[in-house]
């Protein structure tokens, strides 16, 4: 078992681009906005020799932190991140180096976020947190998509938004990732949560190149919606949306979903991938089910049961996040460049 660097060895771009579980996630542009904004060093452990063809790999980031503690995640902000396995005798292998790398590191624990792979992590790592994942299916022709969608809830805000002649436009230059980000504030402050750094967007959208787009819907020029996605291969991620809470009644998110729908099934995408949904957030979960998804339980993994409270668990003090919806847009974004880095 070897340890490669993503960032400078072509051989996981290879890998990546045709193994049939790889993501955006595992993309080097991904792990690339991960170094530039936080400062992790993604590493992967592979079975392959140097100047051998990778057949596998587990891709990984060490975060150092004093106020979550030390730990290996594969892989950081990433929902989910699958081990790209190979030769089924070599994944025990694999995951035990991975194991290793974390004692060398002097890692509290390994953090593991299969979607697929779930059966395949082996008795060492135990079941963890988990979460809710919304898919969709875009087999069905467009009418059906939209028959599929709820006529009360979804399709009729649709059908609102183009009344009210709202627009959407797409890409990813600065002046949508401003856009973008000025709605992020307002949807986070609503949340009572700090925003994440507005450079991962930034080396997020340079990093990425085409696989990313940010969609913005306008109302009379005003911004009122936004989504950012990410695409590798036949699959579509959407990955954060915002919007403005005042011109909700306008249906600027379902709109931008049908849109991000409509376009990438002519793309020839073939699943839209909704994302995790925390398990007690019944209000996201039901809005992602009224789009046709279908959901099943996204479960991640620790080696070793690790006792204590996750890296996100700050936020669950009503204080603090009572503090973060008073804060001036400034300091709230001062906040998220500070704490971010910890959470991963």
Sequence with gaps: MNIIDPLTDTRW?????RHPQATAFHERG???ALQQTYGYEPFVVTSASSGEALADGIVACRIASWLTGTRLVSLPF???????????????SLLGRLVEECGR????????RPLLAQVEMGNRFQPDESFCFHELDLAPGVEQLFKNLHKDSIQRKIRRAEKEQVSCEAGRGDELIDAF?????????????????????????????NGLHIRLARKNGVPIAAMLTLSHGTTVIYKYGCSDGAFHQLGGMPFLFWKLIEESKAAGAERIDFGRSEMNNEGLIAFKDKFGTSKRT????????????SAQAWGDSRLVRRIFSILPDGILSAAGRVLYRHIG
């Design 298 to 309: 996204l479960t991640y993994y620790r080696y070793p049961q690790a006792a204590g409270r």
């Design 105 to 112: 590191q002097h890692c509290a624990y390994l953090e593991m």
């Design 78 to 92: 990433a929902d989910h991140c699958d081990p790209l396995f190979g030769d089924a005798a070599q994944r025990a």
């Design 13 to 17: 771009d290879d890998l990546v681009s």
């Design 181 to 209: 980000y000025g709605l992020l504030l307002m949807t986070r402050r609503r949340h009572q949560l700090p925003p994440q750094p507005k450079n991962w967007f930034r080396n997020l959208a340079r990093n990425m190149g």
């Design 30 to 32: 991904w792990l690339e």
